[in-house]
């Protein structure tokens, strides 16, 4: 089978840096990919990896480590706007997208 | 805006009764995929179609169904419908079968009374 973790809630408060971990258990793994999603909202895509190594974009950057099984989403410059969950997913080669259930992202001034 | 749309926004119905929600993909991209989110929950992987052709399935129960038509354009029938299928539904599409990148709807939130 497949799955993955993440914490449930994360806090912090504006201006610092965030990390939010994910781990996965899966066969035919592709990549990991990170999306955010505002109450109310849709999901948005935020990074993807396929490598090992370190992706940045802007004040979000995304790392896997594929011997680890392990990823994370790092958030730098907190900003109140960043408040929102937090998704990553595991493609895999069979077509779908399996996402964690989540990670709540409450950040305070 | 993600350029996936999908209707209705809402939609409020009542157990046993059946409901279609549509989802048009943007411009160029032939695979469409459906999810479920209940409150405060993730997001539950339905069903993927690829360019007319069902291509993978997850946790769907056999009261739902999907098509995608030769537009590209999908529709999610739900039938018989019970107080626990409330919840949101989003279609994503993405460019080919999509282990990167999926742009998501607004998504239809359904209300079964």
């Known amino acids: 089978g497949q799955s993955l973790e993440q914490p449930s809630e994360v806090t912090a408060v504006e201006g610092a840096i965030v990390q939010i971990n994910c781990t996965y258990q899966t066969s035919g793994f592709y990549g990991l990919s990170w999306y955010q999603q505002h109450d109310g909202g849709a999901p948005t895509f935020l990074s993807y990896?396929?490598?090992?190594g370190l992706e940045e974009t802007g004040r979000f950057s995304s790392f896997l480590s594929r011997s680890d099984s392990y990823g994370y989403l790092l958030l730098q410059e907190l900003q109140m706007k960043d408040s929102a969950s937090y998704f990553c997913?595991?493609?895999?080669?069979?077509?779908?997208?399996?996402f964690g259930t989540g990670t709540r992202l409450q950040v305070f001034p | 805006d993600s350029g996936v749309t999908q209707t209705p926004k809402h939609l409020i119905t009542a157990t046993g009764q059946r409901v279609t929600l549509r989802c048009s993909p943007r411009s160029g991209d032939l695979s469409v995929y459906w999810y479920q989110q209940s409150l405060d929950q993730g997001l539950q992987f339905l069903i993927h179609?690829?360019?007319?052709?069902?291509?993978a399935k997850g946790n769907i129960l056999e009261r739902f169904s999907a098509q995608q038509f030769p537009d590209l354009h999908s529709e999610l029938n739900l039938s018989s419908l019970e107080l626990g299928d409330s919840a949101l539904y989003f279609c994503?599409?993405?460019?080919?079968?999509?282990?990167?990148?999926?742009?998501f709807g607004p998504g239809t939130r359904l209300l079964v009374l």
């Open positions: 179609y690829y360019n007319g052709e069902e291509r």
């Open positions: 994503a599409s993405s460019v080919n079968r999509g282990q990167e990148t999926q742009y």
């Open positions: 990896n396929a490598l090992d």
């Open positions: 997913a595991v493609s895999r080669n069979t077509d779908k997208l399996i």
